[in-house]
């Protein structure tokens, strides 16, 4: 089994940026599929971010050149840098793990609001 914590939401103005983490717990991390997902009131959850195992990324046009994911194996962590946030971006913040080729492990949550 795998836990799930991400931490670093908060309020921050349009422009501004935020580091989310995802702290992992269970065994073989190093060798999963890790990816960030976002749901904002109303709409739907979306994939924008994902990490291989291997540590190649791929971003959805609506984070592309604005976030960056990474991973540290040695910390069981995967992180989220967000810049130039704008009013959009605010959701709810997801990090998922790959469960037998599908995101099946998922973490609570972290509130991420832009303002103006």
């Known amino acids: 089994q795998v836990q799930l914590v991400e931490s670093g939401g908060g309020l921050v103005q349009a422009g501004g940026s935020l580091r989310l983490s995802c702290a992992a717990s269970g065994s073989m991390f190093a060798v999963k599929a890790m990816a960030w997902y976002r749901q904002a009131p109303g709409k739907q959850r979306e994939l924008f971010a994902d990490?291989?195992?291997?540590?190649?990324?791929n971003y959805a046009d609506s984070v592309k050149g604005r976030f960056t994911i990474s991973r540290d194996n040695a910390k069981n962590t995967v992180y989220l840098q967000m810049h130039s946030l704008k009013p959009e971006d605010t959701a709810v913040y997801y990090c998922?793990?790959?469960?037998?080729?599908?995101?099946?492990?998922w973490g609570q949550g972290t509130q991420v609001t832009v303002s103006s």
């Open positions: 990490i291989t195992s291997g540590g190649s990324a």
């Open positions: 998922a793990a790959e469960r037998l080729g599908s995101w099946g492990y």
